[in-house]
């Protein structure tokens, strides 16, 4: 892989990482809900999840689905009905008063990591660096590649989405402000499904 190459891969990856997504409203509504020290697991999870998903995608398993067309189909189905039903986890969530959020809690690391195998956006990204980035000459040696620039760019990105969403903390301390909050981010995570909905229309 040239320099001028990796230069675009780490463009690539910081304008995929930081730009909206699923992934990020979730974090920047969990930093709000429960603060950057609960958010920690849910962190991580994304990153290493994540950089899993892309070292796996680059050594060929996105090759199954050329394979199995119906298995992308079942995955975008299932995608759908995941993301809908955060939404509506997030919509009814409470405030960010821990007398009234007894029972709500922020998403752990393994929830978040796996995750990644049904988040639209992370599959389209996966696909798109394997099959940009990834040379069969030099497979190992990309696949490194791609695996440390979506780590440090992954962490640099989930870290500030879930910074950003404490930050948000004491302009929503009222549960009605809380409560608006969540609804708009349930609202922008279900858009963000429209893509795929698009496609199966």
């Known amino acids: 892989m040239s320099q001028q190459l990796i230069l675009s891969l ?12 699923p992934n990020n409203t979730m974090l920047l509504t969990s930093g709000v809900n429960f603060g950057f020290r609960r958010t920690r697991p849910h962190v991580w999870g994304v990153v290493i999840g ?34 809908l039903w955060l939404a509506w986890r997030i919509a009814t969530a409470g405030t960010s008063n821990p007398i ?3 029972e709500a809690r922020p998403m752990t ?7 990644q195998w049904v988040n639209p956006k992370g599959w389209m990204v996966a696909l798109s660096v394997a099959a ?42 009222d549960e009605r402000s809380m409560r608006i909050f969540n609804v708009a981010m349930a609202v922008a995570l279900v858009a963000s499904l429209w ?3 698009h496609e199966m229309i």
């Open 132 to 173: 940009n980035f990834v040379s069969p000459d030099s497979l190992w040696f990309d696949a490194a590649v791609l695996t440390a620039t979506f780590l440090a760019v992954s962490l640099m990105s989930a870290t500030a989405w879930a910074f950003f969403g404490t930050s948000l903390r004491p302009l929503l301390a």
């Open 10 to 21: 780490v463009t690539f990856a910081f304008v995929s990482a930081m730009t909206p997504g």
């Open 195 to 197: 893509p795929l909905v």
């Open 109 to 115: 690391f393994f929830e978040a990591a796996l995750f």
């Open 100 to 102: 009234v959020t007894t």
């Open 50 to 83: 994540f950089t899993i998903m892309i070292l796996a995608v680059a050594l060929g398993v996105g090759r199954v689905f050329l394979l199995f067309p119906a298995l992308f189909s079942t995955l975008r189905v299932v995608s759908i009905g995941y993301l």
